[in-house]
């Protein structure tokens, strides 16, 4: 299969709690990004992490990456009601393609 | 930061119709450009690299004749749904790679979504 896998499908959280999400991929990365979706909207990039990187941190996301374990999560921390949405994580391979996870749905409630 | 542009942004059509998208690059040239579908619910799936002047390179699966790409030029490539029928219907996104200034950055336009009746 092309794609990769996230987990979990879908997340419900209360707001001001920290929500985490885990991608995993198979092939070998030029780099690992995630993005937001809204319902039926266009993508938002989020944050890109290079393979030889570890931890990237922009605002209230922090992302990791284990290349040995070819695992990346995506933490959003003090969630609001905003972060609502589907998170997908991507994978770049070495044709500059992008390789997409099945998307975690994220709900917060208010 | 660089912006991509699709339309239309929604389509309706009948049934046996071709449809084309246009994906432009704003304000980079972009000589390779990916176009995706994405059914409700789903993931993306990458149908295939549109890169300019040459032929495009289809992921399995992928009707080539059916979804004919054409990348004329560094900053618009078309998408054109040959023969459209309902199972056609999709949201259809492309994306385009900035090589000169962000070179891990792809850029997504805002989506295409195509209902075939």
């Known amino acids: 299969s092309q794609q990769g896998e996230e987990d979990p499908q879908a997340l419900s959280i209360q707001e001001g709690e920290n929500a985490t999400m885990n991608c995993s991929y198979k092939t070998s990365i030029n780099n690992l990004q995630w993005y937001r979706q809204n319902s039926g909207r266009g993508l938002v990039h989020l944050i890109l992490i290079r393979s030889n990187e570890r931890e990237k941190h922009s605002g209230r996301l922090r992302v990791t990456l284990d290349t040995s374990k070819k695992s990346s999560s995506l933490l959003i921390t003090a969630s609001r009601a905003a972060d609502t949405a589907s998170y997908f994580c991507?994978?770049?391979?070495?044709?500059?393609?992008?390789?997409w996870g099945a998307g975690t749905k994220l709900i917060i409630k208010p | 930061g660089a912006v991509v542009s699709q339309h239309p942004s929604r389509v309706i059509c009948k049934s046996g119709t071709s449809v084309k998208i246009e994906c432009r690059s704003l304000d980079f040239q972009a000589t390779t450009m990916f176009w995706y579908r994405q059914f409700p619910k789903q993931s993306l799936m990458l149908m295939a690299t549109?890169?300019?002047?040459?032929?495009?390179?289809?992921e399995q699966g992928v009707e080539k004749d059916k979804f004919l790409i054409n990348h004329a030029s560094l900053t618009l490539s078309t998408l054109t749904v040959t023969s459209a029928h309902p199972e056609d219907s999709s949201f259809y996104i492309c994306?385009?790679?900035?090589?000169?200034?962000?070179?891990?950055?792809?850029?997504f336009g805002p989506g295409t979504r195509l209902t075939v009746l």
């Open positions: 991507a994978t770049e391979n070495s044709n500059y393609q992008l390789i």
């Open positions: 549109s890169n300019e002047g040459s032929k495009a390179t289809y």
């Open positions: 994306s385009a790679r900035d090589w000169g200034v962000h070179t891990d950055t792809q850029y």
